[in-house]
T-cell receptor, first 112, second 110 residues
Framework: EAQVTQNPRYLITVTGKKLTVTCSQN?????MSWYRQDPGLGLRQIYY???????DKGDVPEGYKVSRKEKRNFPLILESPSPNQTSLYFC???????????FGPGTRLTVT | GEDVEQSLFLSVREGDSSVINCTYT??????LYWYKQEPGAGLQLLTY?????DMKQDQRLTVLLNKKDKHLSLRIADTQTGDSAIYFC??????????FGRGTSLIVHP
């Protein structure tokens, strides 16, 4: 089944403890991106990647890192999480030149 | 930067039509999208329209685009309880980075 998977789906952690949220897609898509969704603010893009080894900042990249060593994986790294990074995170992918993005199921992160 | 605005809530009766409105600021927008997010799930593309089109119809969905006023609307005919969800408007220009609105919560009551 063609899909975007994220792990974990739920995570509660403490301030300063490094964490990684994984994202994987099995559709051979070139483009991948990370969003955070907050009440009243909608979706805001954190980082995106047009292809392997190519990553760029979105609208709200501060406090996050990403890597794109392989086409299928696009992990989101929080080196030192803070409470203002408590949010719902979505990974998405799409083929080059296509219009539709395919979203993962979301990861709900709470930083205490 | 680019901005996409939409109202936060819409309540309709089952069987009525729903109209969700969106305005955007980027005059170079190429694609405009409507996504649906059901509770506990990710976003799913409902429909999209190219900026050189005025209207697109797909079964119960009608998208209208007024490029001059930078206004996009989504009409859902014969709204059902299963249509209750958050609807996101998004636009994408030459930057290849989509900008999403804050989402409109559609509540359908019997």
């Amino acid at each position: 089944e063609a899909q975007v998977t994220q792990n974990p789906r739920y995570l509660i952690t403490v301030t300063g403890k490094k964490l990684t949220v994984t994202c994987s897609q099995n559709m051979n898509h070139e483009y991948m991106s990370w969003y955070r969704q907050d009440p009243g603010l909608g979706l805001r893009q954190i980082y995106y990647s047009m292809n392997v080894e190519v990553t760029d900042k979105g609208d709200v990249p501060e406090g996050y890192k990403v890597s794109r060593k392989e086409k299928r994986n696009f992990p989101l790294i929080l080196e030192s999480p803070s409470p203002n990074q408590t949010s719902l995170y979505f990974c998405a992918s799409r083929p080059d030149g296509a219009t539709e993005q395919y979203f993962g199921p979301g990861t709900r992160l709470t930083v205490t | 930067g680019e901005d996409v605005e939409q109202s936060l809530f819409l309540s309709v009766r089952e069987g009525d039509s729903s109209v969700i409105n969106c305005t955007y600021t980027d005059s170079s927008s190429t694609y405009l999208y409507w996504y649906k997010q059901e509770p506990g799930a990710g976003l799913q593309l409902l429909t999209y329209i190219f900026s050189n089109m005025d209207m697109k119809q797909d079964q119960r969905l009608t998208v209208l685009l007024n490029k001059k006023d930078k206004h996009l609307s989504l009409r859902i005919a014969d709204t059902q309880t299963g249509d209750s969800a958050i609807y996101f408007c998004a636009e994408e220009g030459r930057s290849y980075i989509p900008t999403f609105g804050r989402g409109t919560s559609l509540i359908v009551h019997p």
